[in-house]
């Protein structure tokens, strides 16, 4: 077995842990590799092992250098309006929507394919200045009113945490979305995704609701 798939077994194991600890199936928790910086090479071998959902970049331009229809890809990252049209078409889901514009031109141009797009909303939830995504108080409002749009489909929320928050304020940060999240599910029944957790905190986020967690240097720097 090479480095990776070491790792990655490594992290399934421990994703899987957190699952259970909560009552959840570990089958329920997508692992979306978050890719930026490493190879394709690299992403092939971890993609072989079978484990993983998909690969998540959050730069338009370095997605496109690896990108094939071989393998899935998310968009984890802040996104500009006129980037969304290299975008649509190669990425089951787009995670960071959070504001007006940006639905628009994704359903604009989905429409214009003819296909669904299926989205999360970003929260910022430590309402970091220089992060993307919506404050906590906002993100169901602005949930709500994307149902105006009818080539976009909402999936749920994407969260990122402060990165020194402690474990104490970490749980109550990733708690408040989860309320947020199954206040949607009440009323949107595609709401099924609520993608928290990265290297430092997945397991917190899992503990907290999360069923989708998006890891990198925890996946690919395996000492
Ligand atoms: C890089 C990145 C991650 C993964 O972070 P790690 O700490 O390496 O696990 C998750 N989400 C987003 C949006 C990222 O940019």
């Known amino acids: 077995m090479d480095k990776i798939s070491a790792s990655l077994e490594t992290i399934i194991a421990k994703v899987g842990d957190a699952a259970t600890k ?21 992403l092939q071998a971890a993609f072989s092992t079978g484990k993983l959902t998909a690969f998540g970049e959050n730069r338009v331009q370095e ?16 996104l500009q309006t006129n980037k969304v049209k290299y975008l649509i078409g190669k990425v089951r889901l787009i995670h960071s929507v959070d504001r007006n514009r940006l639905a628009a031109e994704i359903n604009r141009l989905a429409q214009k394919n003819g296909l669904v797009q299926k989205v999360l909303v970003e929260i910022n939830s430590g309402a970091e200045e220089n992060k993307g995504g919506l404050p906590i108080s906002e993100a169901k409002a602005f ?7 009818p080539n976009l489909e909402l999936k749920g929320i994407m969260a990122v945490a402060p990165l020194n928050a402690s474990k104490n304020k970490l749980h109550y ?16 029944p595609n709401v099924d995704t609520l993608s928290m957790g990265m290297s430092n905190d997945f397991e917190t986020a899992i503990e907290c609701g999360s069923n989708l967690v998006r890891l990198g240097r925890i996946l690919f720097d395996s000492k």
Do not use: C, M
């Open 63 to 78: 997605f496109l250098s690896k990108y094939s229809p071989a393998l899935p890809w998310d968009f984890i990252g802040q």
């Open 22 to 42: 909560s009552g959840r199936n570990p089958s329920d928790i997508q692992i979306v590799a978050a890719s930026k910086t490493r190879s394709i090479e690299t």
């Open 143 to 149: 949930a709500h009113s994307l149902a105006e749009f």
């Open 173 to 188: 940060l990733f708690r408040s979305v989860y309320e947020v999240y199954q206040s949607l599910q009440e009323f949107l």
